[in-house]
């Protein structure tokens, strides 16, 4: 459901970019992308209706890796797979939650951009944040897209009025948010990781 969600988030960013007074040549090779990644969640959805994705997947471990694994553990995720696929108003409030969640990260270009005099109306954060997700998918190999947000932001910028300064700054404050969230949950993690390792000694005592 992310990765549809995520495909439809980049879909709606691609036509309101047509909307504005941006060359065809602007936004043609982010087309041709979508139209190339189109496969990608059919062949999903086909995998996932067939209902053995991961005995498949099994399958293909035993055949190049020589790895040999319970046949009953992907049996079992096939099965509870095929039963969360039966639930289809709960499928599309999931996607449609994924989708909203996507879109609210417009809210943080929006309001950073009038932070740094520079406001954009929500359509133009939209579409910066579409194709931020977009990329950061498609590079997904890249740590933490080092290099692939603040390239996306300063290029897409350009086309929509943006300024180079004004989009690195926005990229510097969506970075300071994964970083300040990525501490908090290091922070609880070893607070919980403690707590469980002092319980056996004060059990003790």
Known sequence: MTLIASWLFAVLGVVLLMSFDATAADYQRVILALLLSVPIPLVLARLL???SLFGRVQSLIVRFAGVRTPPAGAAALDSALRSSLQRGNGLVAAGALQFAALASGSLEIWFALRLFGQPVGFATA????????????????????LGVQETVLV?????????????????????????????????????????RLRAPAHNQS
């Open 49 to 51: 209706g067939s209902g």
């Open 126 to 145: 939209l579409i910066l944040e579409s194709m931020i997700q977009a990329f950061r998918h498609v590079a997904f190999m890249v740590p933490a897209s």
């Open 155 to 195: 290029v897409f910028g350009h086309i929509l009025g943006v300024g180079a300064e004004s989009a690195i700054a926005v990229s510097l404050v969506k970075r300071l948010r994964e970083v300040t969230y990525g501490v908090a949950s290091l922070v609880s993690w070893q607070w919980m990781e403690g707590r």
